[in-house]
């Protein structure tokens, strides 16, 4: 089987915003960027989202991306995407301030070379939500059903944020999330026909769903209905059980082989359907890196034999 | 340490009942079963239950079953045995029809070339089973207690087919399930002696019961009285977790090494009381190929070591 | 990277206590203790804690005790640690006794040659507990909160048994365990300072505390606060879900690697802090060893690369 270099990436939920001196990461010396490097490189990683929740890439100077390449570039990493998360265009009072940041988040990430630009409708963890075990067992912010008045201007405002993304050569990608106008399938997709742009289209990060306390909708009907949709993605697994009356529903962060979503399958899908973007291991909870290094491997796995399938 | 062939069987749970294009599998092209066999060979498998979930060998026309075998054959897979399933002999109602298609799948299994038919007493899934999120977490179909004429018409029916399988030269074998004469262990142990034929055991699928969501009987002591009786084996495996009051039961499929069953103990049993039959790596949900093909190799380690442990 | 021979250790809560004839381990003849140590040793075991929930040490003779580590050395297994559990000195009306067997059992494990006296002051499990799927699950018994004649006591039966164990040149270790004054970071921290003894220090198992069925500390604060006195260490981990509101937790066994303890952060620091001792993989459920296995080479993976980071 030929060599392919998918483009597996890591993701930096278990990685710390601040440095070990507290500083927040964009002013962190390169050592210790360089530290966050080794490690991913240590799982066998070549690519690396690099998301906001980490590092905002609008605060750094232009010699700085410079310095974070050159590191990131000696251990042997590459930058594909650039993630900003919970900086909705439609959060209440904080429309134009947000959108105004995914632009500066853009024009950096431009800079960084990257090809995606990653982003969604999610909002800050409300109180309940930092206060539960998981955050997403506990209610988030929802945005306005039958508000054709909130809906078009999340559309318009992600339309503008696609035409600069064109206009800088980049493609981008919005995430499924529950109780956003991308938390369902249907939804997700009325809004990104709606928006109407060549390079923008969906994460399909299913994870986000399936993970709820209540009933959730049907992994293999939501990447059937999205993948077709996607330029870039999110891949993460969860075990799940639920009473049958609906009293309570379970969910667990597992490998990406051991929980309900079959990705053996969904990869399949996406490379029948010629997919050929990033993909992003996501985890939550402990060991994120040595879990996400472990589905980096069987993910590569899954990715070579469907290729081979479809070329044969 | 000898390299042992031991007949670790893949299930075909994860494959669909269909082909490309919508035709029932035994309608398939060759190509199509080719596919499935590559698959389960690319996971390292030598060995596959054909079950009549994925396909019903009956609905093969001897030309089509020599295919089947070919194609089997060319892609290393060896086919061991045919497992009927939710087509109890005393479904009310169904009774003959049941006992014709089992006769019928019989000979069927004979033409394949098959060692063991496999079977039981379950019935098809309630529609509360449908609805439900993992299928036996629902209330499914009872069979009548305290009923001595529906037992003796179950182990009458069961005996016929028994004899029939031994003029075939073939073994059969009854799978644990909950709520059916096989559900508990003294009343499969009980069912199987009233059966008393040479050629006619059990399958000690404890995973059918341990996964339930209400208190189950201890795994250690359903393998003590059932693997005595075992003519066949499905092995899977669950995590389980119980409020302390019982007010609520969580379980999930797991590999076979990390569930609360403890294989290492139990194929150390199976080998010393002289088990020499199939080991079907069966689960539910998510990526069952991947997952059973880690379940082979672990099961090879175990069985192997148990094997050398009994030789010394 | 250099090889380095950390002191990962094997538990024996898979093992029966009796031998195949039914003899409670102290009796079993030699080859019986072999049969486990090559068990133990087919997973890469090097080192293994003895338990007196296995094999009571106190109960040996000098000459068995000698056949005992003979017949470790053979299988290649060497005993750094005994641990001796359920045996409070200060379980209500039971004071005496367990301190005179806790001298006694530390006397046997000076014979033996060990490093590390291991116990703590949770007491046998109660009928609750022992109903329970897990026993951890129901209540067990606590200590007296706001009774300092109690704590007092504790202290004083801990430091006779830590003055002991430092004439007999070892060091001892008292495992954080739910409700007992070892069961909060801080009542654990407070306890071993009044103790205050140089040798006698904590064994951090935090997957005793987060595998409660309540609300429960976070582990990092738990690792921050008692890895800095650890003089061993039970490793074992879980995966958890609740409720927003409280009203269910669930926990799972899990793999080191797979739970909600970021192993990977926590051994970083520990070896950071100069953390030398004894790391014990512990697991409750299903097959011990084969997870337990998988531990100790996810843990040798993380104490290489935490040992070259805090030497680069």
Redesign the interface.
């Known amino acids: 089987m030929a060599q392919n270099d998918w483009k597996i990436a890591a993701c930096l939920n ?1 990685q710390s915003p601040v440095d070990s001196k507290g500083a927040p990461m964009h002013e962190a010396p390169v050592e210790e960027w360089s ?1 966050v490097f080794e490690d991913v490189a ?1 799982e066998g990683f070549k690519y690396l989202e690099l998301s906001d929740g980490w590092l905002k890439p609008s605060l750094l100077t232009s010699a700085r991306k410079k310095e974070f390449l050159q590191a990131a570039e000696q251990t042997g990493i590459k930058i594909p995407s650039v993630h900003i998360q919970r900086a909705s265009v439609i959060q209440p009072g904080l429309e134009k301030e947000n959108l105004a940041y995914a632009h500066e988040a853009m024009e950096a990430a431009a800079e960084l070379g990257v090809e995606v630009f990653s982003t969604g409708l999610h909002q800050p963890l409300t109180d ?1 939500q930092k ?4 955050f997403w ?3 988030g912010a929802k945005d306005p059903r039958n508000d054709p008045q909130t809906w078009k201007k999340a559309v318009s405002s992600i339309r503008e944020l696609g035409k600069h993304a064109e206009s800088l050569g980049m493609k981008m990608s919005l995430e499924l999330y529950e109780d956003t106008y991308l938390g369902t399938a249907q939804s997700a997709v009325d809004f990104i026909q709606d928006v109407n742009l060549p390079n923008v289209g969906l994460n399909p990060d299913v994870g986000n769903l399936i993970r709820l ?1 209540r009933p959730v909708e049907d992994w293999r009907m939501l990447y059937e209905m999205t993948l077709p949709y996607a330029t870039y993605w999110h891949l993460k ?1 969860y ?6 009356d609906r009293s ?1 529903c ?6 990406l ?9 969904v990869t399949q899908r996406a490379i029948e359907l010629g997919y050929d973007g990033v993909f992003v291991c996501e985890h939550y ?7 996400t290094g ?1 589905n980096a491997r ?1 993910l590569t796995k ?1 990715l070579d ?1 469907a290729k081979s ?1 479809v070329e044969s």
């Open positions: 278990g530290r240590s309940a206060r539960a075990f998981w067992t506990a209610q306390h697994n075990q799940r059980d639920e009473a049958p309570w379970v969910s667990l962060p597992s490998t082989r051991d929980g309900i979503i079959n990705y053996r399958e909870g402990g060991d994120v890196l040595g879990v472990e069987y899954l034999r399938r």
